[in-house]
Structure formats: structure tokens, C-alpha cells
């Protein structure tokens, strides 16, 4: 059965690769990004359909909601990423950047994934699948980036429950570090880098592969019974009992 599926934050990294997972098994997907050009750009290498949308402006995503189809079987909210790296804004006091900085953190991370899905949970279908996208920071990271994406994970624990009898399955995958995405904005040292790795079981950075084969497992028809729950894609580098 071809499948409709939604990934945000799909114009580059882990949100393409996912998109071009689900593509080459023959699914219909969209893919939403804040840049139209960059948008566009992977459209057109992963043939998809390109929406622009900012997944934390609530108009925007209403938009997007009244532009899909009216069915959707698959949401993949991979749209985020730590906030930190940017440009703090400018003549703020240091409370003030501090609430900025939270703000922007929770926005896009937390509130993304939420406005998203309360968008389109109509039109997904029994079968469907709600996947988040957390972060290992959530389990050490002491950072706004860190609370959003452990704030994303028990949401998403409860919206599981809600979801459940409507036939549908939520889960969050929750990355270690990921090679080859705009994650870092350059800002990765090499020390840094060597020790993300050398945290890790298997010796190796995560590739964004990684991530698009754990959610092409999670929307598949093996993985019914699989919800509420966090998949720690990270090599060891943080283990569960
Ligand atoms: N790479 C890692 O090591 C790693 C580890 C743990 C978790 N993650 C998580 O994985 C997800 C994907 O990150 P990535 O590594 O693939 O980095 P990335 O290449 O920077 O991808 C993030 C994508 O999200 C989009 N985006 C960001 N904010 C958005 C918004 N408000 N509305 C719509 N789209 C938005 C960006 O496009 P625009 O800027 O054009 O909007 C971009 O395409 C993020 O949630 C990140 O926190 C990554």
C-alpha cells in the first residue's frame, strides 16, 4: 500500500534521509523546511513534495495542514535542532537572553512536534505513525536543548496513550551524535567530535541512515505494538534497561 507521509525539517540531514527512506519504498512524502530554496533543492533529489513551513509559527502550520491531502498515514517531526548555535539576539540583558534562548529551544523542539501533529492528527489514518525526534542530550545535556527534547520524549509517552485507540502509534527516536547533517553549524571541533565517538560502543559516528531505517521500522506493520516508547539510536553511547 503507497503511504502519505510528512517529514518536517526534511531539506537536509536526518529529515532527508528519512523522506528519501520512505521515497525509495515507493511512499508519496512531503517534506516541510523553513528555506525554500534548500527545500526545493532536496524535493527534487528525493522526489518528494516540498511544503515551506515554520513548524513553531501555529498560522503556518495551519496552512500546512489545509495543503496535504486529506489523509496521512505516516508524521515524522524531525524539524529542530539546539538553538544555541545561533546568534543571540541583540541589546538583550541577561535574564532576557536567557528567557530568549529557552524560548527558542522549547519552541523548536517542543512546540513544533505539538502544533504539527495536533494539525494533521485528523487525517491520519488507522495503522499510522507518530514519530518524534529527541536527542541524547535529553538524558545529560543541562541546557534549554536538553530539557526540549526530554519535555518532547514525555509528551510523547502521553500522546501515545491518547492515540493508541484511534489504531495509531507514537514513539520518539532519540539520536546520539549524527555525522553529515547541519546539526553542528560548523561549530564541532575535532575534540569534541573524537570524544562523541570514542562515547560510543561500535566506534563510529551515527549516519543519518541510522535514523531513516529506525523510522521506516517504526511506521512498518512489524512495529504495531511498539509506542510510547524511546529508541536510543546512539551506538551505546547511552544505554537502557
Ligand atoms: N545530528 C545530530 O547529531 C543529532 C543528534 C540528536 C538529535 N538530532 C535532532 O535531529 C533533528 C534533525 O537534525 P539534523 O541533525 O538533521 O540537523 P539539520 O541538518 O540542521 O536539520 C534540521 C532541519 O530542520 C529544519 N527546521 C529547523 N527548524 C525548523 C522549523 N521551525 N520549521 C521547519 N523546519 C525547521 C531545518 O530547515 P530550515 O532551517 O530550512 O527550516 C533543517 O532542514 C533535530 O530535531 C535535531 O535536534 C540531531
Not at 38 to 67: F, Q
Not at 123 to 144: D, Q
Not at 207 to 231: C, K, M, N, V, W
Request: proline share 4%.
Amino acid at each position: 500500500m503507497t503511504r502519505t507521509v510528512l517529514v518536517t525539517g526534511g531539506g537536509t540531514g536526518l529529515g532527508k534521509a528519512v523522506a528519501a527512506r520512505f521515497r525509495a519504498a515507493g511512499d508519496t512524502v512531503i517534506i516541510t523546511g523553513r528555506r525554500a530554496d534548500r527545500l526545493a533543492r532536496a524535493a527534487a533529489e528525493v522526489d518528494a513534495r516540498p511544503i515551506t513551513c515554520d513548524a513553531t509559527d501555529p498560522r503556518a502550520v495551519a496552512r500546512l495542514a489545509d495543503d496535504l491531502g486529506p489523509e496521512l498515514d505516516v508524521v515524522v517531526n524531525m524539524a529542530g535542532g539546539n538553538t544555541d548555535f545561533d546568534e543571540p539576539g541583540e541589546g538583550l540583558s541577561p535574564l532576557e537572553r536567557t528567557a530568549a534562548a529557552w524560548r527558542a529551544n522549547l519552541d523548536a523542539n517542543l512546540l513544533s512536534a505539538v502544533l504539527t501533529t495536533t494539525a494533521v492528527l485528523d487525517k491520519l489514518r488507522p495503522g499510522g505513525s507518530i514519530i518524534n525526534v529527541g536527542s541524547i542530550g535529553a538524558e545529560y545535556a543541562a541546557t534549554s536543548y536538553g530539557a526540549a527534547k526530554a519535555a518532547l520524549a514525555a509528551w510523547t509517552a502521553g500522546l501515545s496513550s491518547q492515540v493508541g485507540p484511534k489504531g495509531l502509534t507514537a514513539n520518539l527516536i532519540s539520536p546520539g551524535y549524527i555525522a553529515e547533517t547541519e546539526f553542528f553549524r560548523g561549530q564541532l571541533s575535532d575534540e569534541r567530535r573524537a570524544a562523541l565517538i570514542d562515547a560510543t560502543h561500535n566506534g563510529r559516528a551515527g549516519q543519518p541512515g541510522d535514523i531513516a531505517e529506525t523510522a521506516y521500522f517504526l511506521a512498518s506493520a512489524g512495529a504495531r505494538h511498539i509506542t510510547g516508547q524511546t529508541l536510543h539510536v546512539n551506538g551505546g553511547a547511552f544505554t537502557t534497561r
